[in-house]
């Protein structure tokens, strides 16, 4: 063989591998291609059925926490009575029930009374405030200020009635959750096996582990909440009864019940003791600020710091925006279960950082 022989050769057989390796090469490419293409429209497929289907999503968070609720509650009350576990499920379920029961038994008659004055009075101690801000200049702008941005009294009514016609679906709703949430603390393990299974071997134990951060976050969260509803309740009740504010119980079980949400529960119920306030005199509303102030001070830099030792605190702002975010995504129900989504969402992220960085 001549040495342009020699040459040619390789030079062949080279083409003939890649005239041979073509057609495999492309099909590995199109088949990397369409997995890809795969993937993305199962991603699309699933947020839009998540998005379509974001209220059912709503509800069995709500019951999830429910359940993660009366499960600790057991847990808690199999170590203080020495019960089996589905004794102390039924004992958790029952005694919030008992307890309802005997605090409206003790109570009910005098937060009866006090609402009913409450909303009794309302009209015209808002009526006696309007008319104190109209005796001054400041007042009066004030008065312009809130009427330019209140709503039409086409739109109030509008509320109310959609309001009304979804009180029936709100009932059946908080119904559900509360069914689905003891089902939920009777088997936990069920169900959290059944999430497992769904996902490929080598996520199972990253999978278990997100679950269980989530539930220490939710848990801490919980307990650091209740500890500052209660304090706000005891301490709203005390201050309004003690410089004279009528329906004083009524407005700080309200308050208490309100803390859940950061923020905004408490101006919801702000609005409505201040006006009862300076409906009474300008001292008294003065000093129903000063009492709404100081339980919210003492609660948010002392008893709720104190409370969520045991969880890092939400940054504010964060808190601030996933009120805003839920609440525009998915209403009402998105407001009330901002934060525990939030506090979820950030023991995910802390979970799935390397441990040299978290």
Not at 140 to 149: D, F, G
Not at 280 to 303: E, H, K, P, S, Y
Request: aromatic share 8%; proline share 5%.
């Amino acid at each position: 063989m001549t040495t342009d022989e020699q040459d040619i050769a390789p030079q062949a057989g080279t083409v003939n591998n890649r005239v041979g390796h073509g057609p495999q090469a492309d099909d590995r490419a199109s088949g990397r291609l369409f997995r890809r293409t795969m993937v993305v429209l199962a991603a699309i497929a699933t947020g839009l059925v998540s998005w379509l289907l974001l209220q059912l999503i709503l509800l069995l968070f709500a019951s999830m926490l429910v359940g993660v609720m009366l499960y600790d509650f057991a847990r808690a009350l199999m170590r203080w009575t020495r019960l089996p576990f589905y004794g102390a499920l039924t004992l958790a379920v029952i005694l919030p029930l008992i307890t309802l029961i005997i605090v409206f038994g003790l109570f009910g008659s005098i937060m009866y009374d006090q609402f009913a004055s409450l909303a009794a009075d309302f009209p015209r101690q808002l009526k006696s405030a309007t008319e104190w801000l109209q005796s001054s200049g400041p007042g009066r702008e004030a008065i312009k200020l809130a009427n330019s941005y209140a709503p039409k009294m086409e739109s109030i009514f509008g509320f109310a009635q959609y309001a009304l016609l979804n009180i029936g679906s709100a009932a059946s709703g908080l119904a559900i959750i509360l069914v689905a949430g003891v089902y939920l603390a009777a088997q936990p393990a069920l169900y959290v096996d059944g999430l497992v299974a769904m996902m490929t071997p080598a996520r199972e134990i990253q999978v278990r582990r997100a679950l269980d951060a989530s539930h220490g976050a939710l848990t801490a969260w919980l307990k650091g909440q209740a500890i500052g509803m209660a304090f706000v309740a005891l301490g709203t009740s005390i201050g309004l009864s003690v410089i004279g504010m009528p329906s004083g119980l009524a407005l700080g079980l309200v308050a208490g019940l309100c803390e859940f949400v950061p923020y905004l529960g408490v101006i919801l119920v702000s609005v409505p003791a201040i006006i009862i306030g300076f409906g009474i005199d300008a001292q008294t509303g003065w000093l129903t600020v000063a009492v709404l102030v100081v339980v919210q001070q003492l609660q948010g830099n002392v008893v709720q710091p104190l409370a969520q030792r045991r969880l890092s605190d939400l940054p504010p702002a964060l808190t601030i925006f996933s009120l805003i975010g839920f609440g525009m995504l998915c209403g009402p129900m998105g407001v009330v279960l901002a934060v525990p989504l939030t506090v979820v969402a950030l023991a995910l992220v802390k979970g799935s950082q390397p441990a040299g960085r978290m």
